[in-house]
């Protein structure tokens, strides 16, 4: 491993901050901290993390704000810590670009292995038997390069977005359960957290489908999706 | 060269914006003839235009109108007589629209701004230029952004808006647009227009070219008319109809007797419905004076005095003195000479020769006397019948020809209508000021002041109203207002007649059930239902004439129980609506409460989950050290939950008043010095005890939380070195004991001030739930005491706990 992989921790709860730090730094991670989220930009930048974790509920701050702040800045993976348990929370920051959404209170375990699920999403796929491209319309996936272009132009996606595409890309016209994509995708342990796929199925048909109406990922409801199997 | 632009030749004329004051003509023509082979376009045109002033000239088409344009302009030269354009120095003499506008087509909607003006504007930046552009045409609101567009691509209306532009953009002193709005919405006309009439006011002139009369009459301040290239007419707005200028423009003479009658009664419908209506019937006299040619006239209005109908005369002009007297009352009737046959048969009454009528034989000498010879009175007919007549005298005889009986029955239906307007209006606006103030006072009701007040203001107005005596109103079952008693209200306006008020009480008590339109009682009483809906009311009245009360006392009452009871629904539904509201806002504050102590506890539960779960990891040996770390944490974090839940517990039980006190004589002092022991800094804590304070009935523990609690937030507020004081004395008079606790802080803002005692409000820094300050007053509240926030500079807080429990406020703990 080139560099150990970083986390920055968002958290205004000093003692929540020592067991997260405490944690990460005795399984190797580098570990940076911003206790009120006005330096979050900044520490991006500087300390190039892998993960963010981020809660939610800071003084004077509004989240949600932080979080779309983030994802617009960095396709880094966005862990969302918070004490809020509704849907509609949870909703609300995966479509601000939230990759994962942990609910206080939580166990150290689970919290590395969402951290670790995020890292592996992150590293160049795993080879597969497919065609190294797929075009579909004026949408071109290249896994080699993980380049996604529409009309020509290059798609910027996040990893979680590119690892969902990927999934459905790589099975064009199966049908991919829910829990099968979220297993995939997020890792072993999600695969009842369909908001997760509803959430990011969304965001790839608003980047890559086109006001035409050319369809990639096919709804099933209430079993999966399809990736399209025309062009 | 018949054309002279003569320019700035006196400075001394022009003001200080360089422009020439309204009295100089800027453009002078004179006698200019111009012909297009035999065609003679303009024949012998003279005209001046000053400044601030703008000229409308309008014909029809071929008139010579562009021409004109084009001679004013030095298009073309004149083939007789002189054009002069006297302009300011350095400004451009004049600037045309023209009808078709003259753009280049192939350039952008800058360069045709700017057209012709290049050499000035040379070093002006690109970017200069098209910002001018831009805003010469926002000036008139034009929605043209895109000023690089080349003019070719733009719509009708555009190209006419970059023509304006170009046009009001070059600052000369005269302006002359042909058509200039023909092709715009009328929202941008009317900005076209506002701007041309500043431009005037700016001192500028203007000549406009239009087929719009309407934008001519709301613009020119004449109105030349051009016929067969010459000027045919140069007219005021202000003097002509529109009709008139049309006419002149096409030549063709209208009828003009009729026109002006027609005019004339145009002109009195307006003036009749903006005009006061006490003023209608004086107007629609002189109108019909005016319309008849006549100079005597006079209206009657029909007075049912007691004795027989009669003849009032109300309006009259030109009438002799004599006559005047004579004519001032009239009975109905013959015996009412013309007047009183008028009204009585309902018909025109004509006397072409008053020496051969015998029907004004009352009257003959006096109307003799005063030289009338012949004279009509034609009936005013409203629509409940005849309303009195109108009549005129004339000093020569002479027949009444059909033209005018039927204009005389025309102003005679206007007079009709403008009786019946006036008494309708009398009418409304005396009931409007019984309702009105009706309704004044019942929103008082909406007050937080007892009704009363407001029902009594309300029943005074509503006495003067009906010009009762007194008035009783009884409501029951209308507990949102009354709060659940039958509530009585009555008013006596008379001062010598004895208080009605036993009797009209005794009346609505016994009163049948299910009245609800005024019923009259006889002996000047009247009772009248009060439709509210879930309970009942009645309104009483009572007259001094056993007469009352007439019809019109009771549709009065009638709408005035109408209107009370609809404004004491609205009461009992704006209550009802506050008070849903204001559970609303409580259930609003108990899930914001909920939502934020669940996150409060979540807190301190995912540090001990954390750190247990670290310990527990089977793959990781930590170092002694750090295990301490985590296991104090886990200790600390478990003491902040149970801190937590013990407040979330406190504070529910005092939600539901299930708070249990285990009270005894306890000691202040003590519980001072112990809760002073509990904060972070006890030494910034200063106690002082006055020596003769009493021992008090109480629960030493909760007391201690509400002192612990107190003197925390003191502490924390403080500043980062302050002194905390609390003192501590017996007060009324050793009834209870006061105790102040004040820190030397900034202070508590007024707006958090106001809300310090609910819930989840905190200051910054505070750890736990919000709830402290709800549960101190709970707990003071629970002893019989309070709690206050003492206004100041510095925040203290007084807590008042009585010695003993007040009677009947056994505590059972």
Redesign the interface.
């Known amino acids: 491993m080139a560099e150990a992989p970083g986390v920055l921790i968002v958290e205004d709860?000093r003692?929540?901050v020592?067991?997260?730090r405490?944690?990460l730094t005795?399984r190797g991670y580098r570990v940076v901290v911003s206790i009120d989220g006005s330096d979050v930009l900044r520490l991006l930048d500087e300390a190039a993390p892998d993960v963010v974790l981020l809660d939610l509920?800071l003084?004077g701050r509004d989240g949600f704000d932080l979080c779309w702040a983030v994802r617009d800045r960095s396709d880094v993976g966005i862990i969302v810590l918070s004490?809020?348990r509704g849907e509609t929370d949870k909703v609300r920051a995966l479509n601000l670009g939230a990759d994962d959404y942990l609910t206080?209170?939580?166990?150290?375990?689970e919290l590395l292995a969402r951290v670790n699920a995020m890292l592996r999403r992150a590293r160049p796929a795993e080879p597969r038997l497919v065609a190294p491209q797929v075009r579909v319309g004026d949408v071109r996936i290249d896994f080699d390069a993980q380049l996604v272009t529409k009309g020509g132009k290059r798609v910027h996606l996040t990893r979680t977005e590119y690892a969902l595409l990927r999934e459905l890309a790589m099975h064009p016209g199966r049908l991919l359960s829910h829990a099968e994509l979220l297993r995939r995708v997020w890792g072993p342990g999600y695969e009842t957290q369909t908001e997760y796929t509803r959430v990011y199925v969304g965001r790839l048909r608003a980047k890559l489908e086109g006001p035409d109406g050319t369809e990639l990922i096919v709804t099933e409801p209430r079993a999966g999706y399809r990736f399209t199997t025309d062009g | 060269m018949a054309r002279a632009a003569v320019v700035g030749e006196d400075g001394g004329m022009t003001d200080g914006d360089g422009r020439r004051g309204s009295a100089a003509p800027i453009l002078e023509l004179r006698g200019v003839t111009k012909r297009y082979g035999r065609l003679r376009a303009l024949d012998g045109v003279s005209l001046s235009v000053r400044g601030g002033e703008i000229v409308a000239v309008v014909g029809e088409n071929g008139a010579g109108k562009s021409t004109l344009v084009r001679c004013i302009a030095g298009d073309t030269d004149a083939d007789e007589g002189q054009v002069e354009v006297l302009a300011s120095a350095g400004r451009p003499p004049v600037s045309v629209v023209w009808q078709d506008l003259g753009l280049c087509d192939d350039l952008d909607v800058v360069a045709n701004i700017f057209l012709g003006r290049e050499h000035s504007r040379g070093l002006l930046a690109e970017g200069r230029m098209a910002s001018d552009a831009r805003q010469a045409l926002e000036r008139f609101g034009s929605q043209l952004t895109d000023v690089r567009a080349r003019v070719d691509t733009l719509s009708r209306g555009q190209r006419q808006e970059v023509a304006l532009a170009r046009a009001l953009s070059t600052g000369a002193d005269l302006l002359v647009l042909d058509e200039p709005t023909a092709s715009l919405s009328v929202l941008r006309r009317a900005e076209i227009m506002r701007v041309l009439s500043d431009l005037r006011d700016a001192g500028r002139a203007i000549v406009l070219v239009s087929h719009d009369l309407d934008e001519v009459f709301a613009l020119a301040d004449r109105i030349v008319v051009l016929r067969h290239g010459r000027i045919v007419a140069g007219v005021s707005p202000a003097e002509v109809h529109s009709d008139d200028v049309a006419a002149l423009m096409s030549g063709i003479e209208t009828e003009s007797a009729a026109r002006r009658q027609l005019n004339r009664l145009k002109s009195l419908v307006e003036q009749l419905s903006a005009a006061d209506p006490a003023a209608s019937l004086p107007l629609v006299v002189s109108a019909t004076a005016a319309a008849l040619d006549q100079d005597m006239l006079c209206v009657h209005l029909l007075d049912h005095a007691p004795r027989g109908p009669l003849l009032r005369r109300t309006a009259a002009i030109g009438l002799p003195p004599a006559l005047a007297d004579d004519t001032a009352l009239v009975p109905v009737g013959t015996a009412g000479g013309l007047v009183g046959t008028a009204a009585a048969l309902g018909q025109l009454a004509v006397t072409d020769d008053l020496s051969d009528e015998s029907a004004w034989t009352g009257y003959l000498e006096q109307a003799s006397a005063a030289g009338v010879r012949s004279a009509w009175s034609a009936p005013i007919v409203g629509s409940a019948g005849v309303l009195g007549t109108i009549t005129g005298f004339s000093a020569s005889a002479g027949r009444l020809d059909a033209d005018r009986r039927e204009l005389v029955s025309l102003y005679a239906g206007h007079a009709a209508s403008a009786i019946e307007r006036e008494r309708l209006i009398d009418e409304v606006s005396r009931r409007n000021e019984i309702l009105e103030s009706l309704r004044a006072m019942l929103e008082t009701l909406a007050g937080p002041d007892r009704v009363d007040g407001g029902l009594s203001a309300a029943l005074l107005a509503l006495c003067r109203g009906l010009g009762a005596r007194s008035a009783g109103m009884l409501l029951t079952g209308v507990t949102e207002i009354t709060g659940g008693e039958p509530r009585w209200v009555h008013i006596d306006i008379s001062e010598s007649a004895e208080s009605d008020l036993y009797e009209l009480r005794g009346l609505a008590e016994t009163a049948p059930a299910g009245i609800d339109r005024p019923r009259r009682l006889g002996d000047g009483l009247a009772i009248a239902g009060l439709p509210i809906p879930g309970g009942t009311g009645l309104l009483l009245a009572r007259w001094d004439d056993p007469a009352e009360p007439g019809r019109d006392a009771v549709e009065l009452l009638d709408d005035a129980s109408r209107s009370l009871a609809l404004a004491l629904e609205r009461e009992m539904l704006e209550r009802a609506r506050r008070e849903a509201a204001a559970a609303r806002r409580s259930q609003q504050l108990q899930r914001e409460v909920l939502q934020h102590l669940s996150h409060e506890l979540r807190t301190p539960l995912t540090a001990i989950h954390g750190y247990a779960s670290t310990l527990q990891q089977p793959d990781l040996v930590w170092d002694p050290e750090s295990i301490e770390r985590f296991l104090a944490a886990i200790t600390t974090e478990s003491a902040r939950m149970e801190r937590l839940v013990g407040d979330l517990l406190d504070s529910s039980a005092i939600e539901s008043g299930l708070l249990r006190l285990r009270p005894d004589w306890t000691d202040v002092h003590l519980v001072l010095e112990a809760a002073r022991s509990c904060v972070p800094h006890p030494d910034r804590v200063k106690v002082g005890v006055a020596a003769d304070l009493p021992p008090i009935w109480a629960d030493h523990d909760r007391l201690e939380q509400v002192f612990v609690n107190l003197l925390e937030n003191a502490v924390r507020h403080g500043g980062p070195d302050g002194g905390v004081r609390v003192t501590a004395a017996a007060v009324d008079g050793g009834a209870s004991v006061e105790v102040l606790v004040s820190d030397d802080g900034p202070g508590i803002p007024p707006a958090v001030a106001e809300k310090i005692f609910e819930p989840r409000v905190r200051g910054e820094g505070s750890t736990g739930a919000g709830l402290g300050l709800a549960i101190v007053r709970g707990i003071a509240e629970a002893h019989g005491g309070r709690v206050e926030l003492v206004a100041g500079p510095e925040s203290s807080f007084r807590v008042i706990l009585p010695v003993e429990p007040a009677d009947g406020e056994e505590n059972d703990g």
């Not at chain 1, 206080?104 to 375990?109: D, S």
């Open positions: 709860d003692i929540i020592d067991v997260l405490s944690n005795a509920m003084p004490a809020r206080k209170p939580f166990g150290i375990e």
